[in-house]
């Protein structure tokens, strides 16, 4: 099984702030990485897929990079709103796993 | 607009049984891969399993094989988890999924989840 692990496991930042969040995977993935975004109670929202592919509707202040076996997503400045927990997930093969997760605080 | 509706969620004993559903509108349900993914309270997301457009190929997490099963519906566009044997490491928010158009495997579109909960 390929092994997702995201970095940090919490972030404290402020509004506006630039913050990345990494993620690694134990083997290969290709470019098959999305990323999804989820607050507290609430389903899960789709923000990357294919590692830097935005998806419909999704601010442009979030962007994806990486490939292979090291991805990071980035938010340009970081809004209210934002305050959330992001998942990494790799879907090059079964099972289908995320990352642990990474909260983003407000500092 | 998608919309997937969770249910049938609820306490359960260890070993016991539930059936979980997902009714789907606003999309083709049968030119889709289906999912089921859960998380456990606190902590983090879990793929369960998958099902193609036909229903003629499952796929499972290891932890839940030969227990739960997926199926599908295409006449009522709905999607279903039976689940058996349960025990208290399955209790989770559950999650229905609509995966991507490309059937590349992720997802898009997400129920509002249903709690199961195993406990005696």
């Known amino acids: 099984d390929i092994q997702m692990t995201q970095s940090p496991s919490t972030l404290s930042a402020s509004v506006e702030d630039r913050v990345t969040i990494t993620c690694r995977a134990s083997?290969?993935?290709?470019?098959?990485l999305a990323w999804y975004q989820q607050k507290p109670g609430k389903a899960p929202k789709l923000l990357i897929y294919r590692a830097s592919m935005l998806q419909t509707g999704v601010p442009s202040r979030f962007s994806g990079s990486g490939s292979g076996t090291e991805f990071t997503l980035t938010i340009s400045s970081l809004q209210p709103d934002d305050f959330a927990t992001y998942y990494c997930?790799?879907?090059?093969?079964?099972?289908?796993?995320f990352g642990q997760g990474t909260k983003v605080e407000i500092k | 607009e998608v919309h997937l509706v969770d249910s049938g969620g609820g306490l359960v004993q260890p070993g016991g049984s539930l059936r979980l559903s997902c009714a789907a509108s606003?999309?083709?349900?049968?030119?889709?891969?289906m999912s089921w993914v859960r998380q456990a309270p606190g902590k983090g997301l879990e793929w369960v399993a998958n099902i193609n457009q036909g229903g003629s190929v499952e796929k499972y997490v290891d932890s839940v094989k030969g227990r739960f099963t997926i199926s599908r519906d295409n006449a009522r566009n709905s999607l279903d988890l039976q689940m058996n044997s349960l025990r208290a490491e399955d209790t989770a928010l559950y999650f229905c999924a609509r995966v991507d158009p490309g059937n590349g495997g992720y997802w898009v579109d997400w129920g509002q989840g249903t709690l199961v909960t195993v406990s005696s």
């Open positions: 606003g999309f083709t349900f049968s030119s889709h891969w």
């Open positions: 083997q290969s993935v290709s470019s098959a």
């Open positions: 997930q790799h879907y090059n093969s079964y099972p289908l796993t």
